[in-house]
């Protein structure tokens, strides 16, 4: 399904937040073969993902690792995303991000099992 | 001789103990019947229950972290077990005896502990050692519903350019009416043509 590293960069460009959108429809089998690439590095990350977490949960004692994930992640949507979108601003937007990106990162860590794809699939139909 | 089997992840861990189902001629390394199940999350106190209150919990887990993701009000209430979010990072468990004149176990637990529960029930649930009652909620989908979605959108992507092209040529060219004047077409020609 994704033969190479090109595919998948082609398929990221799908995203209309991001700044080189390209408007191919992508297909159901290329969006459960992205699903499944992002369980299986769900899996591989879930000890990072927890981290962070735990690091917001007790963000006076933990600070560094929430800050620095937080940092990383607006750099990367300011480099990569369409900043004029107001979707993206609101990614941007300090006050309201930590909502969506604690929401993104308790997904990805309840998908982690078997059925992690099929839980992952759910979530992304009921969005 | 019971079996025991243990699901781990990270801070939590679930023990199940039971016996196979001989009369179904099953291993003797399964668990049909379960006797005993606990729950222990680092720093927590032991949670531990009869049979007939573990897949109500699971559930309870279920429910709430599905309500938590989508953005509806995360509270889960039952006769055997509370859930319910201080805030966006703590989740207060209230654990209700069955027995009399016992006080609830109240418990207070953050994201990652949620999910290394949610990931030890995962791992019960699709252990092939242990017969239990399945927990679909997180797999149950409208398929139909997602899939006339995708149509819906499909059939609007295909329709929608070319009505929004027709449209905008119909508005184009109705503005071009005020720079004609039919009249004044009449008079030139008249000129051209006095006879």
Not at chain 1, 13 to 23: A, E, F, I, W
Not at chain 2, 56 to 68: D, R
């Amino acid at each position: 399904m994704l033969p190479n590293k090109v595919t998948i960069w082609k398929l990221r460009n799908n995203n209309p937040l991001r700044k080189s959108y390209v408007t191919n429809n992508i297909k159901l089998n290329e969006f459960e073969a992205l699903i499944r690439i992002t369980v299986e590095m769900s899996k591989y990350l879930y000890p990072y993902i927890r981290e962070i977490l735990k690091s917001k949960e007790d963000i006076e004692e933990n600070s560094v690792i929430w800050n620095d994930f937080n940092k990383r992640f607006i750099e990367l949507i300011k480099e990569r995303f369409n900043i004029d979108s107001m979707r993206v601003k609101k990614l941007l937007n300090q006050a309201e991000n930590d909502e969506i990106i604690i929401k993104s990162l308790l997904i990805l860590s309840f998908c982690i099992s078997t059925q992690g794809y099929q839980k992952l699939k759910n979530f992304l139909y009921d969005f | 001789m019971q079996n025991k089997l243990s699901f781990h992840q990270s801070s939590a861990s679930l023990e199940i103990i039971g016996l196979p189902d001989y009369s179904n001629n099953e291993n003797k390394d399964k668990i049909s019947i379960i006797s005993q199940w606990k729950l222990s999350i680092v720093d927590k106190p032991l949670i531990e229950g009869k049979i007939e209150h573990l897949v109500p919990i699971m559930n309870a887990f279920y429910i709430y972290s599905n309500l938590l993701i989508k953005n509806e009000i995360p509270i889960y209430e039952s006769n055997l077990i509370d859930i319910k979010a201080d805030n966006l990072h703590i989740h207060n468990i209230v654990l209700k005896s069955s027995k009399p004149n016992v006080k609830p176990l109240v418990l207070k637990i953050g994201n990652s502990l949620l999910s290394d529960t949610i990931n030890c029930f995962d791992q019960l649930n699709e252990s092939p050692k242990v017969r239990i009652k399945k927990t679909d909620i997180t797999t149950n989908i409208p398929k139909k519903l997602n899939f006339g979605f995708n149509k819906k959108v499909k059939f609007f992507n295909f329709f929608i350019p070319p009505f929004i092209a027709i449209c905008s040529l119909i508005l184009f060219s109705s503005s071009l009416i005020y720079f004609y004047s039919p009249f004044e077409n009449i008079e030139k020609k008249e000129q051209i043509n006095p006879e």
